[in-house]
């Protein structure tokens, strides 16, 4: 008996590494035909694929679509971001990541530095630093500082029938949901909703015929809220706002009517400390606004009218000194009256 249950041992310690790599060389297969299967305009064909690259991407270690690395593959595109050089020809760089068929993105130019982007894969991307290089008859894109590998699954964007109506989502590579949003005769009527590649939402709002017609919200990927607003409408919000840090503690509580802000705006460090405080009358300011240093100390104090100073603005440093004092009528300082 215990020879046969060493031999079956020795057989399934023979058997096994294949098994294991013919079902992870099926499952890349299968992941391969279900991103091609979510660019399909059948929305049930989609969402089956997308169904089955969750199941697929949940059984391995990396969590994303390149699941014959335990790290998603970072390794691999770091050894070849590590041989793109500063002052080397964007064309080069490409050569040395992509293949020829692919293309960046596009290009983001910055007030400073420009940034060449590209889906390296369904879950890498890169951001390289660039700057031109002119020549009396062309110019070149060079590299100018070092590339910035980022885990940014790839979105797959298909836009409905024309004059659609229903409920119609579109998904990350690794199948989890980009967008879900509901249509009526081709318009975003109703609620949509964006997500993280994690699967956690990201922003959420009404719409009507097309337009932002109700409240509005997002959050940070950890899913911690990062902004509330009642209602967002014709471009203006209307109703309370409040904005949080990624930690939870709240940053700004304000609010507006019709776009301009109104009654009583704060504002908190992210250690939870008052940064200011002041209230508005028809967007304009109104009454005595203060604020203070990181560490709780006063910086500032003024008194507002219908958005002019009016009377004395107080100044400190950050150890509590009186750095100024200084007298406004009509919103203009009167000269002659700065006072240290």
């Not at 109104?262 to 009358?281: A, D, F, P, Q, T």
Request: net charge neutral; with cysteine; glycine share 10%.
């Amino acid at each position: 008996m215990a020879q046969i249950f060493l031999f079956l041992i020795g057989l399934l310690s023979v058997l096994a590494p294949q098994v294991l790599a013919d079902t992870l060389s099926e499952d890349e297969a299968t992941i391969t035909r279900c991103i091609q299967t979510l660019h399909s305009s059948n929305e049930t064909e989609r969402a089956q694929a997308a169904k089955t690259l969750r199941r697929i991407v949940k059984k391995y270690p990396s969590k994303t679509v390149n699941i014959r690395w335990r790290d998603g593959g970072a390794a691999l595109w770091r050894e070849k971001i590590g041989r793109i050089k500063v002052g080397m020809d964007i064309k080069e760089a490409q050569r040395i990541l992509l293949n020829p068929e692919f293309d960046f993105l596009g290009v983001y130019n910055g007030p400073v530095v420009s940034y060449a982007t590209a889906q390296l894969d369904g879950h890498w991307a890169i951001s390289i630093p660039i700057s031109m290089v002119f020549s009396p008859h062309s110019h070149t894109d060079i590299v100018r500082e070092r590339p910035e590998l980022m885990a940014f699954d790839e979105r797959i964007e298909v836009k409905p029938p024309a004059r659609y109506s229903g409920l119609w989502a579109v998904y990350y590579a690794n199948g989890q949901k980009l967008r879900q949003a509901r249509y009526l005769n081709g318009e975003y009527d109703g609620l949509s909703t964006e997500y993280f590649g994690n699967g956690r939402r990201s922003s959420q709002i009404y719409m009507k015929n097309g337009d932002f017609a109700g409240a509005y919200e997002t959050w940070y990927p950890n899913g911690q809220a990062e902004e509330q607003h009642e209602s967002y409408r014709n471009g203006k919000f209307d109703g309370r706002s409040r904005y949080w840090y990624s930690n939870g503690r709240l940053k700004i509580d304000s609010r507006d009517i019709n776009g301009a802000p109104e009654g009583l705006s704060r504002e908190w460090y992210e250690n939870g400390r008052l940064e200011s405080i002041g209230s508005y009358k028809q967007g304009k300011a109104e009454g005595t606004f203060r604020d203070w240093y990181e560490n709780g100390q006063q910086r500032s104090e003024q008194f507002w009218k219908v958005g002019r100073q009016e009377g004395f603005r107080y100044e400190w440093d950050e150890r509590g000194h009186l750095l100024s004092r200084r007298l406004y009528r009509n919103g203009e300082p009167v000269d002659n009256a700065v006072a240290q």
